[in-house]
């Protein structure tokens, strides 16, 4: 597989909650840190994703925000 993007995080699913349509996939990357991923309940299904998987994340952002009180 060849993919464009460049934040290509190596992770486990750690929990997969389904909604009505969207899922949101938690994958601990290490040291204690979690990303999580909405996407289609179909991709979850597609993907077989399930607690315990070796899975990568994969983040494309245009935008990234800073706020300070």
């Given at each position: 597989m060849k993919i464009s993007?460049?934040?290509?995080i190596k992770g486990k699913v750690v929990d997969?909650?389904?909604g009505a349509t969207t899922a949101h996939v938690h994958v601990d990357i290490g040291h204690g840190?979690?990303?999580?991923?909405s996407i289609t309940?179909?991709?979850v299904d597609d993907l077989e994703l399930e607690n315990g998987k070796d899975v990568h994340a994969l983040i494309k952002a245009s935008d990234v925000m800073i706020a300070v009180d």
């Open positions: 993007g460049r934040n290509f997969v909650k389904k840190v979690i990303i999580t991923a309940n179909e991709a």
